[in-house]
């Protein structure tokens, strides 16, 4: 009959299998690893001949003038002899006080051949005259191979050219100056949401914004007066994400409650949900050129959906933590989305997977921009806002300066930075020279804290000749560039400073 199998509780089977294992290794587990010899010698020839490849053959050549030196010491005749002219003139190498110029000679007035060594205080013209000084030494029994020798010659003389080569000094590198651009000022201030404002987007005719906040709503201003010209409800949570179309009369929004919609603006209602985040949805941004929406959120992921059929097409997953912002263009990398697990990544929308992960940043990233003109981008960090080159995301340079939580990012293609943060700061920056021109924070609304003026998005409008910021105390403020200033009134404070380059 078969017996009962005993059921031990996982702790015992665990420690007895690590008693097994213990058993099994305890006898050698102080033993070295064994020598391989082979593998030694290998390693051996590969690191000689990676690191001293260019000078290897000076050894065997100093081995055979040692054979040479020995053998003429000791007095023996050789029936092949051979004439080998040390020429001291030339100066010393730094690498070998003793290494000197050969030449091979093949005949010899007096018809045996001798090792001949000229004396360094000797003129050009002496060598070539028989009253030099010399001194005869024999060789025998070693093989020289006149092409050794030769190959030698040419190396002394190319290293003696090198050497004797004045070498310029470098010029440490300067930090060039600084395009002027005009100060912006503070314009107009606009109320009427009732909680934080948290995204804006400006539609392709300029003539209305809209911005999304925590009072879930999302209304539509007229952008010449500033007046109220629509709210929509549907949201049950915050608005964090605005996008119009330019291609269709399509307004799409995301927000906390995990909903991505699209709203027709001809007739003001909702008429697609696009459902799958597991989480808030933080941004959202549409592609430029394909009927495709992209959206990210608190799931660490980013979601590719069909603008028309609703489906999810792809889900981009490779982020470690929230992902809280994602930006999309024409040309490669498609999708482009900045986390708060300190990296970029820029995905290859036709494979579906990452072309290349940017680590530079220590700090969260919040907010990415991209250049409209040229083929860069910048994404914004507490630690640095750091500019990039596509396609791969070279690193082209920070902008240090703006010490805080960097909220959101705007760029404008006459090379103006702007950034906003958590304190309620906003800075310009030469997008060039990653010049800080200005520094400005807007009072807050009267019957606000003061802890209450954090930036939380920022745009231009499409002449960009106004640029739009959200804000904690629950307004939106619009502000212009300073029609009056000039270069004599707003001089550019620059000092030419000596650029520390950093690698990262």
């Avoid at 949201?235 to 927000?255: E, K, Q």
Wanted: proline share 4%; charged share 25%.
């Amino acid at each position: 009959c078969l017996q009962d199998i005993t059921k031990h509780s996982m702790h015992t089977l665990v420690f007895r299998s690590l008693k097994r294992t213990h058993d099994m290794f305890i006898s050698d587990q102080a033993a070295p690893v064994p020598n391989n010899e082979a593998a030694s010698k290998l390693s051996h020839s590969v690191k000689a001949v990676s690191e001293y490849g260019p000078v290897l053959h000076m050894a065997k050549d100093k081995k055979k003038t040692a054979k040479i030196s020995a053998a003429s010491t000791n007095g023996t005749h050789s029936k092949k002899k051979f004439t080998l002219l040390f020429n001291l003139q030339a100066k010393p190498m730094s690498f070998h006080r003793d290494f000197c110029e050969f030449s091979y000679c093949s005949t010899n007035p007096n018809g045996d051949s001798t090792l001949a060594i000229m004396d360094a205080n000797q003129s050009d013209a002496s060598k070539t005259s028989t009253k030099g000084k010399r001194y005869k030494l024999y060789a025998s029994n070693v093989n020289v191979n006149p092409s050794d020798i030769q190959r030698l010659h040419e190396t002394n003389k190319a290293l003696l050219a090198v050497n004797s080569r004045p070498i310029a000094p470098r010029k440490a590198q300067i930090m060039p100056k600084p395009r002027w651009h005009a100060p912006w000022k503070l314009y107009r201030v606009i109320s009427g949401h009732l909680g934080w404002v948290r995204c804006v987007a400006f539609e392709p005719g300029n003539e209305w914004f809209v911005t999304g906040s925590n009072d879930r709503t999302i209304k539509i201003w007229d952008l010449a007066s500033g007046k109220l010209k629509l709210s929509l409800t549907g949201h049950i949570s915050s608005v964090r994400g605005l996008a119009v179309s330019d291609r269709n009369p399509y307004l799409f929004s995301c927000g906390e409650d995990k909903m991505v919609k699209c709203w027709d603006l001809e007739q003001n209602k909702v008429v697609r949900h696009y459902h799958g985040h597991l989480s808030a949805c933080y941004a959202l941004d549409l592609h430029p050129t394909i009927d495709v929406l992209v959206t990210c959120g608190r799931d660490s992921s980013a979601r590719v959906w069909d603008m028309r059929t609703k489906a999810n097409i792809m889900t981009l997953s490779g982020h470690t933590n929230t992902v809280a912002d994602v930006k999309c263009q024409a040309a490669l990398p498609e999708v482009i989305t900045a986390s708060h697990d300190c990296t970029v990544r820029l995905w290859d929308l036709a494979a579906g997977k990452t072309r290349s992960c940017l680590t530079n940043h220590k700090k969260s990233i919040r907010s990415i921009a991209m250049h409209p003109t040229q083929y860069t981008f910048a994404s914004g960090a507490p630690d640095n806002i750091k500019q990039w080159k596509f396609p791969d995301g070279d690193f082209i340079q920070n902008m240090s300066g703006h010490n805080a939580i960097v909220n959101c990012l705007a760029l404008s293609s006459d090379g103006v930075l702007v950034s906003g943060a958590d304190n309620g700061t906003v800075h310009l920056w030469d997008w060039r020279t990653g010049y800080n021109f200005q520094r400005t924070k807007a009072p807050v609304q009267p019957g606000s804290l003061d802890s209450e003026s954090g930036v939380f998005a920022m745009c231009f409008d499409k002449s960009e000749s106004r640029l739009v910021t959200c804000e904690a105390d629950k307004t939106i403020k619009i502000y212009k560039e300073d029609d009056e200033a000039s270069e004599e009134s707003h001089p550019v404070n620059w000092k030419p400073e000596i650029v520390r380059k950093k690698r990262f």
